[in-house]
């Protein structure tokens, strides 16, 4: 027994560091992902400040009228019953947006598309557009969140997927002016809202 009891302690002393190693590591893991998180999002405002810049010396300073985005949105999505459009243009405090939006249902599925261009509104871009260009990335039992671009230069975004109630969403920032939101109910996956946004011209968008 005596010999025996150094040899607990030992172990219980080693089970410990080990588990204050792992808890070290998952600390410093955090601290780096919110070191990496934080210099995308530095890096967004940058981007989106630049683009802004470049608008300014053209005199690009206001957002499209609505009419305009809604010739963006797809005009039909296989198997699914397209809504009129809706969408409009609006000027508040010194600041001007416009917003354009379509709604398709198949069944009891609906899918939910908007464009919003802030380019009269810079400074509500620039908070969304930073979160959106963090990288973020995420799964728990509730939901699935991950980054993505759709491969398109100038966008940043993030899809969600919300496992229990199956729904779907992507939210993209283009452009450093452009917002895109696809929602979609019912779904497996994020399969939907992915190709349905890139119906949407995004590599035009990005480059206005």
Same mark, same amino acid.
Do not use: H, W
């Given at each position: 027994?005596?010999?025996?009891?150094?040899?607990? =302690?030992?172990?219980?002393?080693? +089970?410990?560091?080990?588990?204050?190693?792992?808890?070290?590591?998952?600390?410093?893991?955090? *601290?780096? !992902?919110?070191? #990496?998180?934080?210099?995308?999002?530095?890096?967004?405002? @940058?981007?989106?400040?630049?683009?802004?810049?470049?608008?300014?010396?053209?005199? @690009?300073?206001?957002?499209?009228?609505?009419?305009?985005?809604?010739?963006?949105?797809?005009?039909?999505?296989?198997?699914?019953?397209?809504?009129?459009?809706?969408?409009?243009?609006?000027?508040?405090?010194?600041?001007?947006?416009?917003?354009?939006? $379509?709604?398709?249902?198949?069944?009891?599925?609906?899918?939910?598309?908007?464009?919003? #261009?802030?380019?009269?509104?810079?400074?509500?871009?620039?908070?969304?557009?930073?979160?959106?260009?963090?990288g973020l990335e995420s799964e728990d039992d509730e939901q699935i969140t991950k980054s993505t671009t759709l491969?398109?230069?100038?966008?940043?975004? *993030?899809?969600?997927?919300?496992?229990? #109630? $199956?729904?779907?969403?992507?939210? +993209?920032? =283009?452009?450093?002016?452009?917002?895109?939101?696809?929602?979609? @109910?019912?779904?497996?996956?994020?399969?939907?809202?992915?190709?349905?946004?890139?119906?949407? #011209?995004?590599? !035009?968008?990005?480059?206005?």
């Open positions: 027994m005596n010999k025996l009891l150094p040899a607990l =302690v030992g172990a219980t002393l080693l +089970l410990a560091s080990c588990e204050q190693a792992q808890q070290a590591k998952k600390s410093y893991d955090s *601290l780096a !992902k919110l070191k #990496d998180a934080g210099e995308k999002m530095t890096t967004a405002l @940058d981007e989106a400040q630049s683009r802004r810049a470049e608008r300014e010396k053209r005199g @690009d300073t206001l957002a499209l009228p609505y009419k305009e985005l809604q010739a963006f949105l797809p005009a039909e999505v296989s198997g699914y019953t397209a809504a009129n459009p809706t969408g409009q243009s609006m000027k508040m405090s010194g600041m001007a947006f416009s917003n354009a939006g $379509r709604e398709f249902t198949k069944d009891s599925i609906t899918l939910k598309l908007e464009l919003i #261009d802030y380019n009269g509104a810079n400074k509500l871009y620039q908070g969304a557009g930073a979160i959106l260009g963090m491969g398109i230069d100038g966008a940043s975004g *993030l899809e969600t997927y919300r496992k229990k #109630d $199956r729904q779907a969403e992507l939210m +993209l920032g =283009v452009g450093g002016r452009f917002l895109v939101k696809v929602t979609a @109910d019912k779904q497996p996956d994020l399969e939907l809202v992915e190709s349905v946004a890139k119906q949407i #011209d995004l590599n !035009k968008l990005a480059k206005l």
